[in-house]
T-cell receptor, first 113, second 114 residues
Framework: AQSVTQLGSHVSVSEGALVLLRCNYS??????LFWYVQYPNQGLQLLLK??????LVKGINGFEAEFKKSETSFHLTKPSAHMSDAAEYFC???????????FGTGTSLTVIP | NAGVTQTPKFQVLKTGQSMTLQCAQD?????MSWYRQDPGMGLRLIHY???????DQGEVPNGYNVSRSTTEDFPLRLLSAAPSQTSVYFC?????????????FGNGTRLTVT
């Protein structure tokens, strides 16, 4: 069975500070990992994806994530938070045998001016 | 390019009423799915389809029916609405069999059952 754990349902950072959102997965086979962002009253948008080509993945809006197999983690980071980064962030995993995506419970990011 | 379109955006139902949530995509994606989003629970898969005429159950299928008569459309039916079905519903699509293909989401339908 696959699962995704996001530590911290709410994270607050000051504008300009480092953003770190944590994601750990459990999978019996190599997973494909994604981060999505959801702005208020909108659907989810893809931030970045890991598909085994490189362990450090760069996404949109200055976000990046590093796949660490030994730690079964795929944490999302951004060096300097911007007010527009305030949103809900979801980590998701899928297998290469199908299209079933498993989502974490989400982390709400607040950026303090 | 419209992507994934969901209608309606908002709906209020009384217990026992039925309704259909519409989802259409114009990207020729074989895979389509329905999720519900509840506070603290993330997104949970209700039903999915890997092509016209093929559907399967996800994690929380009870109380919901789907059909897939065309590649473009994947409606979700609530036959007898219950307050527990109050939620935000998202339709999503992607290319089938391509693990590199992310999900494309609609903007959601906010359903309240009283």
């Amino acid at each position: 069975a696959q699962s995704v754990t996001q530590l911290g349902s709410h994270v607050s950072v000051s504008e300009g500070a480092l953003v770190l959102l944590r994601c750990n997965y459990s999978s019996s086979v190599p997973p494909y990992l994604f981060w999505y962002v959801q702005y208020p009253n909108q659907g989810l948008q893809l931030l970045l994806k890991y598909t085994s080509a490189a362990t450090l993945v760069k996404g949109i809006n200055g976000f990046e994530a590093e796949f660490k197999k030994s730690e079964t983690s795929f944490h999302l980071t951004k060096p300097s938070a911007h007010m527009s980064d305030a949103a809900e962030y979801f980590c998701a995993v899928s297998l290469n045998t199908g299209n079933q995506f498993y989502f974490g419970t989400g982390t709400s990011l607040t950026v303090i001016p | 390019n419209a992507g994934v379109t969901q209608t309606p955006k908002f709906q209020v139902l009384k217990t026992g009423q039925s309704m259909t949530l519409q989802c259409a995509q114009d990207m020729n994606h074989e895979y389509m799915s329905w999720y519900r989003q509840d506070p603290g629970m993330g997104l949970r898969l209700i039903h999915y389809s890997v092509g016209a005429g093929i559907t399967d159950q996800g994690e929380v299928p009870n109380g919901y029916n789907v059909s897939r008569s065309t590649t473009e459309d994947f409606p979700l039916r609530l036959l007898s609405a219950a307050p527990s079905q109050t939620s935000v519903y998202f339709c999503a699509s992607s290319r089938q069999g391509d693990f590199n293909s992310p999900l494309h989401f609609g903007n959601g339908t906010r359903l309240t059952v009283t």
